[in-house]
């Protein structure tokens, strides 16, 4: 994703930095896990989270010692998280690799998660203020909401869109509104200011999420590293499908679809233009818009860096699907 290093261009060196160290921490001695948990980290992940955390401290009074650990915290908190919810998901790929349960088994996957978040966790012992690690916990905590609810209500086809942003907001746009704040926090920001950032993440974290979903009905294998339509062949409730249950003209078949067990991949494609010509994809779209705009709105008037507040304006106008530096994050799927 060549876009994302220009976007990111202000903090270029620094998550070179960063990197090196989440790999020495991941492969030091920790054998059986070593290999699981280094697979995962070079599996391709953006660092979007730890570059939040890095760009929303140089807003303010930037040390890259003082926010480091946190940039590494919530890496490893998302890493671990993706672990857990590939093991209740049966998945076998993540980011079009094998993901590590499938690999090396759910009992090794479990194990890995759990050595990531108590890596987390002890990054911010360095810390002296125990409220960062306070503010990892409650994102923490959100998450694992979310992904209960997703499981437990996984066969429910009649939730509501605010049900929709509720699971979200847990299981994706907390950490990220986290992150914001945090970074902030560090860099000695003013509560206002952390409170703005937290709510940029927040909404930016909105906007990714439905856009990341819409990337799975409109993207393609190259792209996503997998077959299209995998939220449809694992009976995921999304936006853009919960909006074509709504108002296409064969709901029937698509709740057909979400209920069985590996549908053939000709009802999957069949499903997708269901979606499409349904008029869900553009409606996701305005949304995440809408997010992302409210996100772009939170961040303060001034910045120290002004090139990093950029960049995170940027940030929200490409996962929001807009075209940004002649690139958009859904790629050549939709026109919108």
């Known amino acids: 994703m060549p876009i994302i290093r220009d976007i990111l261009e202000p903090i270029k060196s620094d998550l070179n930095e960063l990197e090196e160290e989440l790999n020495d921490l991941v492969n030091s001695n920790l054998q059986p896990l070593t290999g699981s948990s280094s697979y995962l980290l ?17 807003l303010f009074q930037y040390e890259f010692e003082k926010v480091k ?7 490893l908190v998302h890493m671990a998280s993706l672990v857990h919810d590939d093991v209740i998901d049966s998945s076998r790929f993540r980011r079009g690799a094998e993901a ?12 890995s998660g759990d050595l990531l978040y108590t890596f987390a966790a002890s990054s911010l012992t360095k810390l002296e203020d125990s409220k960062y690690l306070k503010h990892l916990l409650e994102a923490t905590l ?58 940029y993440g927040l909404n930016l974290g909105l906007s990714f999420q439905i856009t990341d979903d819409l990337k799975d009905l409109i993207g393609t294998r190259e792209d996503l590293g997998k077959e299209p339509g995998n939220d449809l062949r694992e009976g995921t409730l999304t ?3 919960m909006i074509a249950l709504d108002e296409s003209s064969r709901p029937g ?17 069949e499903g997708i233009e269901i979606i499409r010509d349904s008029g869900a994809i553009e409606e996701s779209v305005e949304l995440s818009r809408k997010f992302a705009d409210k996100a772009g ?33 859904l790629g050549q799927g939709v026109t919108v």
């Open 253 to 269: 078949f698509l709740k057909e679809l979400l209920s069985r067990e590996d549908p053939p991949k000709k009802e999957i494609k």
């Open 239 to 241: 936006l853009p499908i």
């Open 142 to 199: 959100e998450m694992t909401r979310g992904q209960a609810n997703q499981t437990v209500n996984r066969k429910d086809y009649e939730i509501s869109v605010s049900d929709y942003l509720k699971r979200i907001r847990q299981k994706t746009a907390f950490l990220m509104g986290k992150s914001c704040l945090l970074g902030a926090k560090a860099s000695g920001a003013e509560r206002g200011d952390q409170d703005r950032m937290e709510k």
């Open 297 to 329: 709105s939170a961040l303060p008037a001034t910045a120290e860096n002004p090139a990093a507040k950029k960049s995170l304006a940027f940030v929200a106008r490409y996962f929001s699907g807009e075209e940004v530096l002649g690139e958009s994050y």
């Open 42 to 58: 070079n599996s391709g992940g953006k660092r979007l989270r730890p570059a939040l955390v890095l760009l929303s401290g140089k």
């Open 69 to 75: 650990p946190l940039a590494i915290a919530v890496e």
């Open 100 to 111: 590590v349960n499938y690999k090396w088994g759910n009992k090794i996957a479990v194990l």
